[in-house]
């Protein structure tokens, strides 16, 4: 689905600057296509996660030993974890804006949607559980994974509309939603981050949709034409699909102004439906569904909606803004088909995200003059900045900041952020000499199975001989052992080798071998 004005560009996963590497759950995927990782390789480097030894084996054979990384089993349940994540960036030397993990497995995204860096799901069908902590792409399919890298297709239909940035083609997502044990269509257009979620002043789209109905305000409807293209995109795909000849949108309650009226006309006209939207009403007050549960909600909400009309052989599009639980467009379902409609199709701007971050340290963007959080708002022309409210209540001078400035200050503090993490130390290579003029023997050796940088001490794990010769004294290092253990999985490894110093001060020659325990191999 292409804008509705046509604009191609970048890659707009959530925290995504420049595309430059895939880490793959690659147990993920039913079965082991080579071809398949070549060709996906050439497009977009990659490295694989894996528990097992024979694909570690295989993949390495192909990709080189540095870019398959062994997890051990326990490690795969909260995989990807922060070890697993540093270990990703230092084998594809990306950046954690420059990354998007790949997995058939949702609770494998679940977990990396946590690190701001992108996520990619091979799945033919997604439930509305998994639709509300949803990554940043989903296809149902190798090929059209292949597809939308080649072609740079990334993300949600309503997201790339709304991006600041110039945008690339899209898609809706279709998700299982049941309503009384019958499966009715809905599709999504995006993703919303309510106030409480870790992404609520990192999305445009979240901001737009909230901003965008709040009454009395310079704001107040700005992007009722954009949402009514998004809108009008969608139906018009559907109505090949499924037929739809009506729509109409989630009433609101008594006494609301009726934000949906323009847009309902602007869809009818362009994609040629009947609005039946002023037939469809809310007939009573009902508290407030946020923090009820799912169950509280229905119950909360049970016979507040009328439709004064015949809906006999017709179908419905049903137009909402954001649905959560489902319980509001559940119960508009039940009353469009007691009025005779044989089908109802759900379409919703966004489903609201749930998810937590990887750190305690919420990402934001920091104001420059008082360092508090900046929020995400909208001007009178719709153009998205960062405004600081810590500023403006106690009268300091007006602090704000455009989207793009916003956004790079916020991905290159993400960058710092997790580059902390990565141990940042520096072994000199045998041949180095210490403070004291000595020769260093440490040693900086890779774990076969997880490929951590460990240090070695070649004195500490060897012997020495000494032997005198013509130019002074040679002092021979030998070491055979299997107990080095890795720093990081925990797994012993062997090491075996030899370092020369002769003549004094000076290393003659040296050999180093590391391998995985016999009974492992």
């Given at each position: 689905?292409?804008r509705p004005?046509g604009?191609?560009?970048i ?10 590497g ?12 080579i071809e ?9 480097p990659c490295?694989?996660l ?16 540095d870019?398959?990384i ?5 490690e795969?349940?909260?995989?990807p974890s ?9 084998a594809?030397?990306v950046?954690?804006?420059e990354?998007?993990?790949l997995?058939c497995?949702?609770s494998?995204?679940?977990n ?7 996520t990619i ?16 792409m989903?296809?149902r399919?190798?090929?059209e994974?292949?597809d ?8 949600f239909f309503?997201?790339?509309v709304?991006s ?13 939603f ?5 499966e ?5 257009l ?13 999305h445009?789209y ?6 965008n ?9 700005v992007?009722?034409d ?9 139906i018009k ?9 009506c729509i109409?949108?989630?009433p609101v309650?008594?006494?609301k102004p009726?934000r949906?009226d323009?847009i ?5 006209e362009?994609?040629?439906?009947k ?8 007939i009573?007050e009902?508290?407030?569904?946020k923090g009820?549960?799912?169950?509280e909600r229905?119950?909360?909400i049970k ?11 017709h179908?419905?599009a049903?137009i909402d ?14 009353e469009?088909?007691?009025k005779?409609?044989g ?5 919703a701007?966004?489903?609201?995200q749930?998810g937590?971050y990887?750190s ?11 360092h508090?959080?900046m ?15 810590d500023?403006?209540?106690?009268h ?14 916020l991905?290159?503090?993400e960058n710092?952020k ?13 041949g180095d000499?210490l ?6 023997l440490?040693?900086v050796?890779k774990?076969?199975?997880c490929?951590f ?7 500490d794990?060897?012997?020495a001989?000494t032997y005198?010769r ?8 030998e070491?055979d052992?299997d107990d ?9 490894f ?9 003549p004094?001060g ?7 071998n ?6 492992d191999?």
């Amino acid at each position: 689905m292409d804008r509705p004005d046509g604009k191609w560009g970048i890659d707009m996963f959530r925290c995504i600057t420049e595309l430059k590497g895939l880490a793959v759950d690659i147990d993920s995927f039913p079965e082991l296509k080579i071809e398949d990782w070549v060709e996906i390789n050439e497009i977009v480097p990659c490295v694989f996660l894996t528990t097992k030894d024979e694909t570690k084996s295989s993949l390495s054979i192909i990709f080189g030993v540095d870019k398959v990384i062994r997890l051990v089993k326990f490690e795969r349940l909260f995989a990807p974890s922060k070890n697993t994540h540093i270990k990703v960036l230092k084998a594809l030397d990306v950046k954690n804006t420059e990354l998007a993990y790949l997995s058939c497995r949702h609770s494998f995204l679940e977990n990396a949607n946590g690190f701001l860096s992108g996520t990619i799901w091979i799945s033919d069908h997604v439930t509305y559980e998994e639709a509300s902590k949803a990554p940043d792409m989903i296809r149902r399919s190798m090929d059209e994974l292949k597809d939308a890298l080649r072609n740079h297709m990334k993300g949600f239909f309503g997201e790339m509309v709304v991006s600041p940035f110039e945008n690339t083609t899209a898609t809706m997502l279709p998700v299982e939603f049941v309503v009384d044990e019958e499966e009715t269509p809905m599709y999504i257009l995006g993703r919303y981050f309510g106030y409480s979620h870790y992404m609520s002043q990192l999305h445009p789209y979240s901001t737009a949709i909230y901003l965008n109905k709040k009454q009395g305000k310079s704001y107040t409807g700005v992007y009722d034409d954009t949402f009514t293209s998004i809108y009008g995109a969608a139906i018009k795909t559907l109505k090949e699909i499924h037929g739809i000849d009506c729509i109409c949108s989630v009433p609101v309650k008594p006494g609301k102004p009726a934000r949906f009226d323009d847009i309902l006309e602007g869809i009818a006209e362009g994609c040629d439906v009947k609005n039946v939207g002023n037939l469809f009403s809310c007939i009573r007050e009902y508290p407030d569904q946020k923090g009820l549960t799912t169950e509280e909600r229905e119950e909360n909400i049970k016979g507040a909606f009328r439709f004064d009309g015949d809906l006999r052989e017709h179908t419905v599009a049903l137009i909402d803004d954001i649905v959560s639980t489902g319980s509001t467009v559940k119960e508009c379902v039940r009353e469009l088909k007691r009025k005779g409609a044989g089908e109802v199709v759900i379409v919703a701007l966004a489903i609201n995200q749930f998810g937590s971050y990887w750190s305690s340290n919420n990402p934001q963007v920091d104001c420059p003059v008082c360092h508090s959080k900046m929020t995400l708002l909208l001007n009178g022309s719709g153009q998205f900045f960062y405004n600081c409210l810590d500023c403006f209540s106690n009268h300091r001078p007006s602090s704000t900041m455009n989207f793009s400035e916003g956004w790079k200050k916020l991905c290159d503090k993400e960058n710092e952020k997790i580059d902390m993490m990565i141990p940042q130390r520096r072994v000199a290579i045998l041949g180095d000499y210490l403070e004291d003029g000595t020769i260093n023997l440490e040693r900086v050796v890779k774990c076969p199975y997880c490929s951590f940088d460990n240090v070695i001490n070649v004195e500490d794990i060897g012997t020495a001989s000494t032997y005198e010769r013509s130019m002074g004294t040679e002092t021979l290092y030998e070491y055979d052992t299997d107990d080095v253990v890795c720093e990081d999985c925990g797994r012993d490894f062997h090491v075996d080798g030899f370092v020369s110093i002769y003549p004094p001060g000076a290393v003659r020659i040296q050999e180093l071998n590391v391998e995985p325990l016999k009974e492992d191999l």
